[in-house]
């Protein structure tokens, strides 16, 4: 079993998506991370969701999706009691991770001055919207608001549509997927230099990185990207999205050698005959002829058939597929995406997602699972030093 971070522990203090989606990825490659939430509540990912049996238990899927792995110890950080627990189990971790407002976890007494008193070789990870300074550091933001400031709402759509937000909260992802690699750096410069590290990720930073060329050559020449459809960022008239008998097609046949082996895979010798289209330039200056001269082809058969005459052929090309169809399809289940679990209160099979990549030809096999809300305070406190009349006195006092 793959598990680089095995014997690494995790403080968990944050909630939601990006924050609970870097440590995660932290438990799926052997982390210890133990998640504290508030009595009684928990994440507020636990509740909601379509199945009410899940969120009655506080096990929602919104929770399942991304917490598999991680012990729950309830705390409330709003007492003195709570903080002193919380800063004790500190004294023990690698990592700490939290998605407070910038200046909330200073005024906890958690910030990372504070910590790295506690524990001089803490990784401390704070995930923001907008990051600890800058103008907008003390504004709140979710997915959605980052996705409207970034600009990658006014590249998505057609022209004319307006706005169009990406369908998944993909920014939230690859901020997790950023804090965790930042992370796993981290604890290396750690190993390095013997001291504290405070890394600090924000959605921001993540949403525009993501569109790296795209600034680049803004920044550079002042060109402004907008809407484009479906068409393809390389601006090939033989790539992007063409209509077929039952679909659409998205094609990406953008240098010579491919324009040359789709024209021949898909029988228009004919194309690479004409000298409207002969070289790239001429392909670009006759670029609406082009067009029209494919699609009349790929009109006359379904996606599918066209998909699959275009591998044998190696281009790119895929028929554009429904979430349903592409996690039916074998590829899926030969990645091992994902993994099945059963919870209290359904009776059915619930997947969750697993790791994005194979290691020596593997992904992960844990049997990593999501705890209810509370279930592991007591044994995780008493390995702590918490005597068990101390646990009670605590819980009287609804300090955990």
Known sequence: MFQPLKGIRVIDLSQVLAGPYATYQLALMGAEVIKIEKPGEGDWTRTGGPLPGLAEQRMALG????????????????????????????????????????????????????????????????????????????????????????????????????????????????????????????????????????????????????????????????????????????????????????????????????????????????ILQDPRWETVAERHANWKSLRESLEETFLTEPAMHWEDVLAVAAVPAGRIRGLDEMLAEPQIAARGLTREIHVDGHEGTIHIPTMSFKVNGANSTSELMPQQLGADTDAVLRAAGYSQDTLDALRSAKVI
């Open 63 to 270: 929770f399942l999706g991304h917490n598999a792995g991680k012990r729950s110890v309830t705390l409330d950080l709003k007492t003195p009691e709570g903080l002193a627990v919380a800063r004790q189990l500190m004294a023990d971790a690698d990592v700490f991770v939290e998605n407070f407002k910038p200046g909330v976890a200073e005024r906890l007494g958690l910030g990372f001055e504070a910590l790295r008193g506690i524990n001089p070789k803490l990784v401390y990870c704070s995930i923001s919207a907008f990051g600890q300074d800058g103008p907008f550091s003390n504004r709140p933001a979710y997915d959605h608001v980052i996705q409207g400031m970034c600009g990658i709402m006014l590249t998505t759509g057609k022209p004319g549509d307006g706005p169009v937000k990406v369908g998944a909260p993909y920014i939230d992802y690859a901020t997790g997927m950023n804090a965790a690699m930042a992370i796993m750096a981290a604890l290396r410069e750690v190993d390095r230099i013997k001291t504290a590290v405070h890394v600090d990720v924000a959605m921001l930073d993540t949403a525009m990185t993501l569109m790296a060329s795209l600034m680049t050559t803004h920044l550079t020449t002042g060109w402004k990207p907008v809407q484009n459809g479906n068409e393809a960022w390389s601006a090939s008239p033989s790539s992007g999205a063409f209509e077929t008998a039952d679909g659409i097609l998205m094609l990406a046949a953008n240098h010579d050698a491919q324009f040359r082996d789709m024209c021949m895979a898909i029988g228009r010798e004919d």
